[in-house]
């Protein structure tokens, strides 16, 4: 599977907006990019995904890098409820059984300070 | 209504008993999954269920053995329990097709193996 590298914490000031940083140098053509949040104490949580595009959501918006090696989710305006654990994560849904799982790493800590 | 719901919540127990984890989801989605989350809070997927034929069987120790009576409903029963087995458990559903993008999980169970 190809693997994401993902700041290990991040810190932002209420209201203000943040930007998430993921690097996938060894994503392949067919790998979707997802974005899962996990608040505490309660299961992940679906953000946002794309594939080349940029993509647009309620929660957030995702940019990816024209070389698809790298992609930034971003929080418009940081709420105390975003508080949580950012993953990062590469499916690809033409790999058979294994585009069901999602592999989860350690994820970047999104601190929002009042 | 919750979407994905798991029963119970906590569960204490001594080792080498036998306990059951419920999941069930009211969404309609055909697949369902369990994820274990250690101490480090790595998530790592067991078990995957698509129209409650096993898809997915991660090197997952036989004394763990999910069922799924029917497409709403994914148990987990674990024998023989032992102190590492301690963790949170989580539910998981999605829908092939369209949901292969988004996994609804559910709430959590957290086991704590005495």
């Known amino acids: 599977d190809a693997k994401t590298t993902q700041p290990n914490s991040m810190e932002s000031n209420e209201e203000e907006p943040v930007h998430l940083p993921c690097n996938h140098s060894?994503?392949?053509?067919?790998?979707?990019i997802h974005w899962y949040r996990q608040l505490p104490s309660q299961g992940p949580e679906y953000v946002i995904h794309?594939?080349?595009s940029n993509v647009n959501n309620r929660m957030a918006s995702l940019a990816i890098a024209e070389d698809r090696k790298s992609s930034t989710l971003i929080l418009h305006r940081a709420t105390l409820r975003d508080a949580a654990v950012y993953y990062c994560i590469l499916r690809d849904p033409n790999s058979g059984a294994g585009s069901y799982q999602l592999t989860f790493g350690k994820g970047t800590k999104l601190s929002v300070i009042p | 209504d919750t979407a994905v719901s798991q029963t119970p919540k906590y569960l204490v127990t001594q080792m080498g008993n036998d306990k059951s984890i419920k999941c069930e989801q009211n969404l309609g989605h055909d697949t369902m999954y369990w994820y274990k989350q250690d101490s480090k809070k790595f998530l790592k997927i067991m078990f995957s269920y698509n129209n409650k034929e096993l898809i997915i069987n991660e090197t997952v120790p036989n004394r763990f053995s999910p069922k799924s009576p029917d497409k709403a409903h994914l148990n987990l029963h674990i024998n023989s329990l032992e102190l590492g087995d301690s963790a949170v458990y989580f539910c998981a559903s999605s829908h092939t097709g369209t949901g292969l993008w988004e996994q609804y999980f559910g709430p959590g169970t957290r086991l704590t193996v005495t």
């Open positions: 794309g594939l080349t």
């Open positions: 060894t994503i392949s053509g067919t790998d979707y």
